[in-house]
């Protein structure tokens, strides 16, 4: 079978993989199902392309396990359906018969929408269960799994998506190594093809040229996979590539948030520290960091490797801080466990991030390939890459949720000052006025200064008044925060009233 002969000739170590895992799937479909009870949608893009193709191997080794085939190309059996539109392209609809014609499918034409003739075609056929050339990414990909059943309200049948973990670059990867046709608007800089009412090329294929006619490099050499969808059409919606942060949370102006305060959660993942087998040294750090441009740390914890303990915990604080910053469960441990909590917290699944992985393999080369690489794995739909030159992979920000992989000192700080660079001018972690801090000292009992401190705290409500001892029988330190200066001052000389001349003394 040639499609299964290009695979194993191919040096692609990855295709290998997805090709394997799609096959797998089919076969799977093919041994629950007979073949009157299965469909498969086909609408002439790449992807239902790359389905068709697939469907054929997997058909025939299946039969081929079966002792139903001798090794010889047999017929094609599985029911095809096309919705066939007004508002497609004329290119999709010829490639769509003339692929038809070539294979021997068995088409059924759908005229209808797409929910009402689905229902229509399962009342008359014994169809259980649909091929769908849905991949991550996808707008109806969603939730869905590699058998996923059909959503509430629509006829009941299997989805079964043997391509859902595909990126734009294993569909190519495929289609050029297996040498098959594609619709012929591929060649002419179109990337993800809808109708002929909201696509057009993509524009970061454009060729320059002095000719009055644009024109287009193939789909196949878009740089960034993540982009296959910048040539659909959306209103207010820039076609350039260009991305706005997942979550901006009101930070769209330095100045017009001059006097707000901004707080952050912190978030150490690591049984090692609450086992108190390494000290925790980012979690205090991170808190210095952040108070020195003027932000409040709100909250810090460190919880177990526990999927759910960091998904609880990450919900929790989400939705009452500015930001949270995780640190630690970063890897491809069985003990790394955040990328799945701050999933779980967001109500989303974990991804193939194509462009994530490319940085992987760089990094640590062919070790990290095909569905082995569980660092590659993001939160889907809400994860945004944070590149600076000085980082080897970039930073993983999903909505207000940073996760920084630093294990020391070292690499928080390396870390932290890429994140200033690339977000603390304008971006979400946006540089206030820092806090003007004082501190006293004082050998007066906690009983003796407990109620003056109580009323100072009503009386400067704007200020942050604390108060420890770095040990049982040395002096007591308070401690005035606060934005403005001379409020400070004033806190410092109304407790001071309060006491004798003397009692306390000004440390720097």
């Given at each position: 079978m040639e499609i299964d002969k290009a695979i194993?000739?191919?040096?692609?170590?990855?295709?290998?993989?997805k090709y394997n895992n799609a096959i797998y799937v089919i076969k799977r479909a093919l041994a629950l199902y007979s073949i009157e009870e299965v469909a498969f949608s086909f609408n002439g893009g790449k992807d239902s392309t790359v389905l068709l193709h697939l469907l054929r191997a997997g058909y025939f080794l299946h039969r081929v396990e079966q002792s139903c085939s001798n090794g010889v190309q047999i017929d094609f059996p599985i029911r095809t359906i096309y919705f066939e539109s007004t508002s497609v392209f004329p290119e999709i609809n010829t490639f769509t018969y003339d692929t038809s014609k070539t294979y021997g499918l068995q088409m059924d034409i759908i005229r209808t929408d797409f929910k009402s003739g689905l229902e229509a075609l399962l009342k008359s056929k014994p169809i259980r269960a649909i091929f769908l050339g849905v991949r991550i990414g996808d707008p109806t990909a969603v939730g869905q799994e590699q058998f996923s059943p059909s959503s509430p309200g629509w006829?009941?049948?299997?989805?079964?998506?043997?391509?859902l973990d595909w990126s734009y670059r294993d569909v190519w990867a495929f289609l050029l190594t297996c040498k098959v046709q594609y619709c012929s608007l591929y060649d002419q800089g179109y990337t993800s093809i809808g109708s002929i009412y909201d696509t057009v090329p993509n524009a970061l294929l454009s060729i320059s040229s002095t000719s009055s006619k644009e024109k287009f490099k193939p789909a196949y050499l878009l740089p960034d996979g993540r982009l296959e969808r910048a040539g659909r059409v959306k209103k207010n919606s820039p076609l350039d590539g260009t991305r706005s942060p997942a979550v901006n949370n009101g930070l769209d102006s330095v100045n017009s948030h001059k006097n707000r305060m901004f707080t952050a959660s912190i978030i150490g993942v690591?049984?090692?520290i609450l086992f108190g087998t390494v000290e925790d040294q980012l979690g205090p750090s991170l808190c210095k960091k952040l108070h020195s441009i003027g932000w409040m740390t709100s909250r810090t914890t460190v919880?177990?490797?526990?999927?759910?303990?960091?998904a609880e915990e990450v919900d929790r604080c989400k939705s009452v801080s500015d930001l949270v910053?995780?640190?630690?469960?970063?890897?491809p441990l069985h003990s790394d466990v955040t990328s799945a909590g701050v999933?779980?917290?967001?109500?989303v699944r974990l991804?193939?991030?194509e462009e994530f992985e490319e940085f992987l393999r760089h990094l640590i080369g062919d070790h990290c390939t095909g569905d082995r690489n569980e660092m590659a794995q993001l939160p889907e739909g809400i994860t945004e890459l944070l590149h600076h030159e000085k980082l080897p992979v970039p930073l993983i920000k999903c909505c207000n949720v940073i996760v920084l992989s630093a294990t020391n000192a070292s690499e928080l700080e390396k870390q932290w000052d890429c994140l200033i660079e690339l977000t603390g001018s304008d971006g979400f972690l946006v540089t206030i006025e820092s806090y003007s801090s004082k501190r006293l000292t004082t050998n007066l009992t906690d009983v003796e200064t407990a109620q003056p401190l109580s009323k100072l705290c009503l009386e400067f409500p704007d200020l942050y008044i604390g108060c420890f001892r770095r040990s049982r029988q040395g002096p007591l330190v308070i401690s005035f925060e606060g934005k403005d200066p001379s409020r400070v001052q004033a806190g410092v000389e109304a407790l001071c009233k309060k006491f004798n001349a003397g009692a306390?003394?000004?440390?720097?």
């Open positions: 194993r000739e191919s040096d692609d170590k990855r295709l290998k993989t006829p009941p049948f299997m989805r079964v998506n043997p391509i690591g049984d090692e919880v177990r490797n526990d999927i759910d303990s960091v910053f995780l640190y630690g469960g970063v890897g999933a779980k917290a967001f109500g991804a193939p991030d306390f003394s000004e440390v720097n």
